[in-house]
């Protein structure tokens, strides 16, 4: 009862980790890899996500709203990539390569959808929410001077909610970032996350020696981009 279930076969496609699917306990997973340390770069983060999702959404996702998505893949998304870097499947210019990336994709539709409300455009979910997530870690780090981050809210979204049996709410994500951070980040979703103001990416990057420029401000359509 206490065990989950990983199936993992080869995928019919050409695309890496073209599948996951978490279903109660098992979770099936279909890639088109070579799983050794060669390729880690490339299966590991993948791999990552569908675990994390163990506990954030995956195997319950219907109890949940469009308002959570976001946090369901985006905060897996993010948490997949910083384990795989963690655990030196991706060096650190493979991690910073991801992260230019999920900038890039997010700028190209923050102007058209809500992240927290639109789950039409996996770019917003993906991409969008995972520096939604970066965002959040880096102003909680400044605001208690690096004596909290991301996980702690984490261990207390896990503390509260430690199966899938019991619902969180969007309500619930804002409550405990602030509790951790100390600081109503009420306005913070309202404007970037339910809103469509874009995350100042530079200003937030910029807190941990990033360098966030966007180049062009005509950007792309989601029509164009495909």
Not at 5 to 31: C, H, K, W, Y
Not at 53 to 71: C, Q, V, Y
Not at 184 to 191: A, V
Not at 199 to 216: C, H, I, M, R, W
Request: proline residues 3%; glycine residues 6%; aromatic residues 12%.
């Amino acid at each position: 009862d206490d065990r989950v279930v990983f199936i993992i076969n080869p995928s019919e496609t050409d695309n890496l980790g073209a599948e996951g699917q978490g279903r109660g306990q098992t979770v099936n997973i279909l890639m088109n890899s070579t799983l050794n340390e060669e390729s880690g770069h490339l299966w590991a983060p993948f791999l990552g996500h569908e675990v994390f999702h163990i506990w954030n959404g995956l195997t319950a996702l219907e109890p949940f709203t469009s308002k959570e998505r976001w946090f369901l893949e985006g905060v897996t998304n993010y948490y997949s990539d910083i384990t795989a870097k963690q655990l030196g499947y991706l060096s650190e210019s493979e991690y910073l390569e991801r992260l230019e990336s999920a900038c890039e994709k997010y700028l190209s539709v923050s102007h058209e959808h809500v992240i927290g409300d639109d789950f039409r455009d996996s770019r917003l979910l993906y991409d969008g929410g995972s520096l939604v997530a970066a965002s959040l870690d880096l102003q909680i780090r400044h605001l208690t001077k690096n004596r909290k981050n991301f996980n702690h809210v984490m261990r207390e979204m896990y503390r509260k909610f430690p199966d899938n049996s019991i619902e969180y709410t969007q309500r619930d994500i804002i409550r405990t970032v602030s509790k951790v951070a100390g600081k109503d980040f009420e306005p913070f979703f309202q404007t970037y996350v339910t809103g469509k103001e874009r995350l100042p990416l530079s200003e937030y990057f910029d807190k941990a020696g990033l360098n966030v420029q966007v180049t062009s401000e005509a950007l792309p359509t989601s029509d164009y981009v495909q």
